[in-house]
């Protein structure tokens, strides 16, 4: 499987020396004069920062804070978010203009648009009815892709992918593809990571995410977890300093044991407000199903007669529309939020249902 690793790397990418930073190269000496910084800070708020100084080249002690949060031994990179995971990813394995990679829709939408800015093709496996992979067509598909990325829990589906599919197609791709799994939304059913099956699988990669359970998506604070193997080509195409000082600061904040359990509460909380908002949305008929969710937002299926999205924008209540997705054409999806805006969500669903019987009657 490491040979599968090499030979996917375009040989443009195995030929880079990766750029030396001032960081990277290191050293040692009283008077650094040498990455073109100010040598004192200008500003108050960078006196006992040292925010005029360059970061670290790959903050480590984020990195391995976050091994630790993760209970893993795999090696992990701190990005500027997981979309920047997913343009590394692809950056460092396919080639432009000839490599392809599969997605399965509907998902997340910037593993096409990170392939299409590239000229990288996109060959899409459709998920079934349910909601779950078509395991087999993914791995004949995957014969002709450099990377297979798979969301679970899916974005805007928000069901998890059974480990056994998982399982199925890591075991269907070992001598054809990267399969790269995105957790973003994994804390809302942290027991279901498969974060685990790195060590046995050197092609899976795992993409994580600050910016949702842990609140921080200002910070833009991602993690691409993976063999050494894979990392050492990643690892060449990195930016020179991939992430501030400030935000490094708030994220081991984060990653304490006081920030995680912060989280978890908060995690809790949330999951109860989304199962009470569901319960709530069985009362009105032209809401014809809420998906089960394993994230912080739900997806419903609309009456044809309604649309939701506007009603809800009339109320100031802004959702996510899923109408350009052909087989969501009728979907609307919600964000989980305080229960104190779930309970507006309900008002305006509440008085729309009655303005309708008002008029239909
Ligand atoms: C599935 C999925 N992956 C990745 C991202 C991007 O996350 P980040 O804010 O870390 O770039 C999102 C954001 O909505 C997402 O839904």
Known sequence: MIELVAKLVPEAVKKLIPYQSARRIGGSGRIWLNANELEQPLHSSSVDANYNRYPDFLPHDVASAYQRYANTQASTLAVRGADEAIDLLIRTFCKPGQDQIVICSPTYAMYEFCADSLAINTLDVPLQADFNLDVDA??????????????????????????????????????????????????????????????????????????????????????????????????KLVPPYPMPDCSANIVLEALSEKGLETMHQATRSLIETREWFREMLKTFDFIEHSYASATNFVLLKIAPDTDLFAVLLDNGIVARNQTHEPSLSQCVRITIGSKESMIEVIEALTNYSKSNTVNTK
């Open 138 to 235: 993914i791995i004949t598909q995957a014969k002709h892709a450099n990377i297979v990325f798979l969301c679970s829990p899916n974005n805007p589906t928000g069901n998890l992918i059974p480990r056994n599919d998982i399982l199925s197609v890591l075991e269907g791709t070992q001598d054809s593809a990267l399969v790269v799994v995105d957790e973003a939304y994994i804390e809302f059913e942290l027991q279901s990571s498969i974060v685990d099956l790195i060590e046995q699988y050197p092609h899976l990669v795992v993409i994580r995410t600050l910016s949702k359970a842990f609140g921080l998506a200002a910070v833009r604070c991602g993690f691409i977890l993976a063999s050494d193997e894979v990392m050492s080509y990643v690892t």
